[in-house]
């Protein structure tokens, strides 16, 4: 073959599979009106890619069949009647009349107990030390799971307010309970989130350089404080990140960087922190860190001893998220990433 | 068909607040049989291939949860079944260093296609054997960009290559094939 005709094909190439770029584009329509007959490479490439597109559907709903028999206990679906998630389960009218005839109950016992406590004017604060994670229900029945080092504050008969107001200072994720009408607001120092039924992770530490909102499920729309005619709607794997110049506060009226990102998978800040709503489930979450700089994290989390001579292993790189797994299971599940063998001796894991 | 796989963050997503039937089928339905089928071209056995696949699957329903993180699925289901693969190969020859390139990889067209006027039968054999002429590499890199739709960084991901190795890889079939077309139809 000529050279013209060779570079045609190798800018085809490029163009049938979507990777030319548009100087490429531009040369090739130079050269096929330069050299006509090649416009014959182009024709049966196309025809080359389209071998073998036939509609295998069939194929595949039987294939799909065999497997849910053959894996029957491991494939343990949720059936649609019995959805994990605790916002479908409070829209079911038998629930809201339950919770009806609980607050009814729960308002009588405050009544009859806490009579001498004006109720308006009780502020409960939850609190999670340094190192600690809690977990707990409001009166409207969202879950929230505090961070370490984090205060959440609410009136105790928010039930009988407008809103739902809560105050955050450090880290918590809501699995806010749906209520159409009395939306439910979290105020951090930065920024305020108003939102109607979802989940939403929420970061916003005194000390942080970030503030950080990560959706999940349903819509929110957050304002930042100071600056309220501004108004951001997230999308479910939004995240909203609010940048300050000076770590001490931020300064509305400078340049305060705001991004409303996709959650990117895995995005390490520093060691302590654990990214987005990992760290409510005790994961151990790492992107493309090299075998060497996993070690002595697998080290710590495990509390174990491991020994890696080799340079070519150590260089191998994961992406990952551990959870109850132990050393083992997790370095079986590295395997299925990259091959390497690895042996158990007493206290020590040695990597070969 | 790249359509399908743009769905795949949607229906993970699905899938791992749900952990509903139709979520993990419609994620079945997507990369069951390109899991398969890349299986299929290191071990060349259709049950092995078969096994390696539901076993993807039945990994990415028990990570369900986690794959929220992952950047790209249809990627990690692939390094999934290519490691598979080569444990299998690993366990069947006794040979521990079995990598990729070692392997005999076999080519094909997916089989079955109605038959096209312009590439009848003779000349996709011809097509085949002259993919099947290239080492190990290509052929894979051929095949995923051809059926699994993926760009060239992703293929670079699942075989642990560089982004240019894949572009001369891709390029080096596509002349193989140019060759023979211009043989078959007296191009000039």
């Known amino acids: 073959m000529v050279t013209h005709e060779k570079r045609i094909v190798e800018l085809l190439t490029r163009k049938i599979s979507g990777e030319a770029t548009p100087e490429e584009l531009g040369e090739l ?20 890619w389209d071998l ?41 009218p038998v629930f809201a009349y339950a919770m009806l005839v609980c607050i009814l109950i729960a308002s009588s016992l405050y009544y009859f107990n806490f009579r001498q406590f004006k109720h308006k004017d009780v502020r409960v604060d939850i609190i999670a030390g340094k190192g600690i994670r809690k977990e707990v229900k409001l009166p409207d029945g969202t879950l929230v799971r505090l961070n370490g080092d984090s205060k959440l504050s609410y009136d105790l008969d928010m039930q009988s307010q407008k809103q739902r107001n809560v105050l955050l200072t450090g880290e918590a994720f809501f699995k806010v309970a749906h209520d159409k009408k009395r939306p439910f607001i979290v105020k951090t120092d930065k920024v305020a989130i108003k939102v109607l039924g979802t989940e939403f992770n929420v970061r916003d530490y005194p000390g942080d350089k970030e503030s950080e909102t990560t959706l999940i499920q349903g819509s929110i729309e957050l304002t930042i404080n100071g600056r309220t005619e501004q108004k951001f709607i997230l999308k479910p794997s939004e995240k909203l990140a609010l940048v300050k110049e000076d770590s001490q506060k931020v300064d ?22 654990i990214e987005e709503i990992s760290w409510t489930e005790n994961k151990f979450v790492f992107q493309n860190e090299t075998m060497e700089d996993l070690i002595p994290r697998l080290e710590r989390w495990y509390n174990v001893k491991i020994v890696l001579n080799d340079p070519l292993i150590k260089s191998f790189r994961f992406t990952g998220v551990f959870v109850n797994e132990n050393i083992l299971q997790a370095l079986e599940a590295m395997q299925l990433i990259k091959s390497f063998n690895y042996e158990q001796k007493e206290n020590e894991i040695k990597i070969y | 068909m790249k359509d399908r796989f743009n769905q795949l963050p949607e229906i993970v997503s699905r899938l791992a607040l749900s952990g509903c039937e139709q979520a993990y089928r419609e994620l079945f339905n997507i990369l069951y049989l390109p899991s398969k089928k890349f299986s299929f071209c290191i071990l060349k056995s259709n049950e092995e291939a078969e096994e390696v696949a539901e076993d993807v699957m039945i990994t990415l329903w028990k990570q369900r949860e986690s794959l929220l993180k992952i950047n790209n699925v249809h990627v990690y289901a692939l390094v999934i079944a290519k490691n598979l693969s080569l444990n299998i190969l690993r366990k069947n020859s006794r040979n521990k260093t079995a990598s990729i390139d070692d392997v005999d990889i076999n080519f094909f067209f997916d089989s079955s296609s109605p038959e096209q006027i312009i590439i009848d039968n003779e000349l996709k054999q011809r097509l085949e054997r002259a993919i099947q002429g290239l080492p190990p590499k290509c052929q894979l890199v051929f095949k995923l960009a051809k059926e699994n739709n993926l760009s060239y960084k992703e293929i670079a991901e699942v075989l642990s290559i560089s982004v240019k190795t894949v572009d001369a890889h891709l390029v080096a079939a596509t002349q193989k094939l140019a060759l023979i077309f211009k043989a078959e139809f007296q191009i000039k």
């Open chain 1, 29 to 48: 329509s130079y050269l096929l009106s330069k050299y006509p007959d090649a416009v014959y490479y182009e024709a049966l490439l196309d025809q080359v």
């Open chain 1, 52 to 92: 073998g597109k036939r509609d295998e559907s069939d194929e595949v709903q039987e294939a799909y069949e065999k497997h849910k028999l053959k894996y029957k206990t491991e494939l343990d679906f949720v059936q649609d009647g019995e959805k994990r998630s605790l916002v479908s389960f409070i829209q079911r």
């Open chain 1, 252 to 273: 509305l009226n400078h340049s305060s960087v705001l991004m409303i990102n996709n959650i990117s998978p895995l995005k390490l800040g520093n060691e302590e922190y």
